[in-house]
């Protein structure tokens, strides 16, 4: 069993300037695993309760505490109001099955590697108030920094789990209407609260093909940013053909960086697409 407890946890939230209240018996509460082994927790998995706003508040929490089979249901809840309760100090049963995005998790063990949050919102279309999405973003920060983190370790329930789950999801600054997060603008968010220098959210796209990191001038390499680095996709053979051709006339291993989408958002830090790369000449 873990024996690792957040007992810092109520200190950590409180210490961003966020109201916090204390469930008692915080400190001790876990699911039956225990605590968190060593090195953990290291991801931040981000839900919506799908409660209504009549049990907003200690009538969640009750039921996340108390009354769920699979108590205690996660870390910490937050309120519409931008209050945030401490639930839990050990692992919790908040993700359930899946697949880590990243790789970095076995399958179906986030339980016992991720700090959960809980916010309330009832998941088909009900809009988040614009505090309950400030305080969201600041309560993830606060935790990857102190816990040492990586922003592109903070998923979404959906992201765990695509073929169970929607959460979160809900009018706000991430989607419309009742339509899924768009985590990498939450992300973007996440990395940026700290005070730095803002960045544009990145858009939302499949899973594509990349070939490696260039700058804006157009040169190979990283250009890195305030929270991480820019990065241009390859969407289509064509532009792959070209890029290797332009690659080995220059010199360049054309076999080096082939990365995905996915494996290039868990790189631990934020990263901003900065465009397609396309046609005869991939650099136009």
């Known amino acids: 069993?873990?024996?690792?407890?957040?007992?810092?946890?109520?200190?950590v939230v409180r210490g961003a300037g966020i109201t916090v209240?204390?469930?008692?018996?915080?400190?001790?509460?876990?699911?039956?695993?225990?605590?968190?082994?060593?090195?953990?927790?290291?991801?931040v998995m981000a839900h919506h309760t799908a409660s209504g706003p009549s049990s907003d508040g200690q009538a969640d929490v009750n039921y996340m505490v108390y009354g769920s089979e699979n108590r205690p249901v996660a870390n910490l809840y937050l309120s519409r109001s931008g209050k945030v309760w401490i639930m839990a100090a050990g692992a919790t049963n908040t993700n359930g099955q899946g697949h880590d995005p990243c790789g970095l998790t076995p399958n179906d063990s986030m339980n016992t590697h991720a700090i959960g949050i809980e916010a309330a919102n009832n998941g088909?279309?009900?809009?988040?108030?614009?505090v309950q999405q400030d305080i969201y973003v600041r309560l993830v920060n606060v935790l990857c920094g102190h816990y040492g983190?990586?922003?592109?370790?903070?998923?979404?329930?959906?992201?765990?789990?695509?073929?169970?789950?929607?959460?979160?999801?809900?009018?706000?600054?991430?989607?419309?209407?009742?339509?899924?997060?768009?985590?990498?603008?939450?992300?973007?968010?996440?990395?940026?609260?700290?005070?730095?220098?803002?960045?544009?959210?990145?858009?939302?796209?499949?899973?594509?093909?990349?070939?490696?990191?260039?700058?804006?001038?157009?040169?190979?390499g990283a250009q890195y940013v305030a929270n991480g680095i820019w990065y241009r996709h390859i969407d289509n053979t064509t532009a792959l053909g070209a890029l290797d051709l332009f690659m080995s006339i220059n010199g360049h291993d054309t076999k080096v960086n082939q990365i995905s989408k996915a494996q290039i958002d868990c790189m631990g830090a934020y990263i901003q697409d900065n465009g397609t790369i396309g046609g005869a000449n991939p650099y136009l």
Do not use: C
């Not at 088909?124 to 614009?130: A, L, Q, S, V």
């Not at 220098?197 to 700058?215: I, Y």
């Open 1 to 11: 069993m873990g024996s690792r407890y957040l007992t810092d946890l109520a200190n």
């Open 149 to 220: 983190i990586p922003v592109g370790r903070v998923h979404s329930h959906f992201e765990w789990a695509p073929d169970r789950k929607i959460d979160p999801a809900g009018q706000s600054r991430y989607a419309s209407g009742g339509n899924k997060w768009n985590m990498n603008a939450f992300r973007g968010d996440v990395a940026n609260a700290g005070g730095t220098t803002p960045v544009p959210p990145p858009l939302e796209e499949s899973e594509m093909l990349l070939k490696f990191v260039v700058t804006d001038s157009k040169t190979p």
């Open 124 to 130: 088909t279309g009900e809009p988040w108030p614009t």
């Open 21 to 43: 209240q204390e469930e008692p018996g915080w400190q001790t509460r876990s699911r039956s695993s225990g605590g968190y082994d060593s090195g953990r927790p290291n991801h």
